[in-house]
């Protein structure tokens, strides 16, 4: 006899019972292995194995269901090799969801697999410990900003090997973090519109400046501006470690912040961020206290060039005479599909020339912790993307992604490169004279 599964979908006749965590048979035989995703695949592209591919990975990921295989270390290096960038989603004419495929199947490895005591612990200090505490954050950000101001700093990036190399990837920290604020921000002239802005966990430390000319440009475009002391990270990056259970209490923490404020839009500066907030309504669906709740959030969420594109905008009245680039974030691009709206938003900057890069939606390799977890093949990456940014001549790369943004100005500066790097929102504010 067929037995239902968490998912509510009949485990195939055969195989054994579905694991709590792991995949749906739904999703996971959705897959015809047509292949039509390889060629959108980063790590196919950089290594050209079919076990580094989005197809390989599903027959990975079925193999363990029907019980062929366990979760060996080579099964696990090949499942954690991906990026989860979401590329091959686009890409697939079945519409296999990969994103909630490999969340699933990392929750299922973390809980079977964990890996060495040292690396169980580190994880834990950053998906327990730091991401949900927003003070925290701030503390440890204020630590390394000092750190990155200290003659220590100057001698430790002088260091050869793994250690030097570690220094050169630590971002600048500016001066100025972003903090959510009681009350609200008014525009010029009377409101239009009244919104809530999701303050996050890195982009306030790591962007502060980009976060107030977020602020700025909605008051601008006649927005009141709402930033809800109760809301913290995303979670985000606790679901695409495994941790999906920290990722749900986050989940409903955010939720409860924003519907409180009775805003119209949720608007999000980080694309990783808006995709995994758009998607709560997945991650709660078994949660009946929260589940109706989170559909009527997530319908809510809106990245900034999405929301800016539905108003009518001011028109930016300073020439900018700059060429630009834009990288998409993979979790704009390829999770949310919004490509569009950013390129018209920055055609609307006058004196700036949009110039497309090569691959513009191939992951640039920071993909969250991706970067420290995988640091070969994140370089390799970065190094690909360096390569078609400075053929186009650049002076800016505009990126809508704490993380891309991170890695970028990392890996250009590897490259003896000046070019800036920008959020959308930066160039605007600029744009508008502030
Ligand atoms: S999510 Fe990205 S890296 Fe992972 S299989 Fe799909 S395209 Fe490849
Ligand atoms: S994920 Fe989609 S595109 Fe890729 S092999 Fe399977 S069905 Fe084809």
Redesign the pocket.
Known sequence: MAAWSVHGEVGAQGLAPLHALGPSDADLY?????????SACPTYLETGLETES??GR?ALMKAVREGKVGYTGRVVSHLELCLQCRA?EA????G?P?GRLMEHTRAQVKEQRPGSLLRRIALRAVFRGLLPHQGRLYALGGLLRLYQRSPLYWLMRRLPGRLGRLQEQLPPFPKRFFRPQAGAFNPPGEARARVALLSGCVMPILHGPTMEAAVRVLARNGCQVVTPLGQGCCGALNLHGGDREQAQAMARRNIDAFLETGVEAVVVVSAGCGAAMKEYPHLLQDDPAYAEKARRFSAMVVDVSEFLATLPLAEPSRSMDMRVTYQDACHLAHAQRVTRQPRDLLRRIPGVTLVEMEDASLCCGAAGLYMALQPVMSRQLMARKAKAILKTGAEVVVSGNPGCMVQMQAGLRAAGSAVRVAHLVDLLEEAYGE
């Not at 959705?30 to 390889?38: E, S, Y």
């Not at 890409?91 to 079945?94: G, K, L, R, V």
């Open positions: 959705k897959c015809v292995h047509c292949g039509l995703c390889l989005p197809r599903i091959c890409a697939c004419p079945s296999v990969f």
